[in-house]
Structure formats: C-alpha cells, structure tokens
Nanobody, 123 residues
C-alpha cells in the first residue's frame, strides 16, 4: 500500500550537482524514517544516507565525504538527496526506502522501496 517514487536522476558532468526527490503515498509520511541507497552494476546495494522521522537526525556513509545532504519535508511527503561535487564513481541507480521504526544503515531493515532513478556522472 505504501508507494515510493523517485525522480531527479539524469546525466551530469563530473563536478556537477543533482537533487533527487522521493515522494511517499498510501500512508502517513511522518511515521517513517527514510533512507537513500545506491547500486552500481555488479555491486551490492550500498547505504548512502538516512534521516529520522522528525528530520532532526541525519546519517551519511563515510564514502560520501560530506558531498551529499539528505532532508525531508513532511508537509510534502517528500525526502530529498542533494548531491554535489559528483564523481564518475557515483554512477548508480539510487533508491529511496522507508522504515516504520528508527533509522538504519541496512538494506534488510527497510520495508518499502522505490523503483530507483539512474544517476550517471561522466568524466
């Protein structure tokens, strides 16, 4: 019943920026902690960032090196991922996910997933 739809992916040059959006429908958005993950061909799905229900707490993977920012707007039922200083190594399908309990680093802990949006960074 919960649906997540990502948008905002695309093709950018190295050093550029993108902002991904993920809209939740079917349930009350403010009841869910949210996360972003990514998956490149031949690799496992990787944690990127997570945000608490209130938005007051955010967590990032060490490999993101401060370049990404997660935020949420509960009034719009939407979570965002601002990506700056993009590198070719950031090329992947990016997924948003929802969890009805606390924030988590792990794929297995999330109950709902979007379809993913492709991010391609060229050199």
């Amino acid at each position: 019943q919960v649906q997540l739809v990502e948008s905002g992916g695309g093709l950018v040059q190295a050093g550029g920026s993108l902002r991904l959006s993920c809209a939740l429908s079917g349930r009350t958005f403010s009841n869910y902690a949210m996360g972003w993950f990514r998956q490149a061909p031949g690799k496992e799905r990787e944690f990127v960032a997570a945000i608490s229900i209130s938005g007051s707490t955010t967590t990032y993977a060490e490999s993101m090196k401060g370049r990404f920012t997660i935020s949420r707007d509960n009034a719009k039922n939407t979570v965002y991922l601002q990506m700056d200083s993009l590198e070719p190594e950031d090329t992947a399908v990016y997924y948003c996910a929802a969890r009805s309990y606390g924030t988590s680093y792990y794929v297995r802990d999330y109950q709902y997933w979007g379809q993913g949006t492709q991010v391609t960074v060229s050199s």
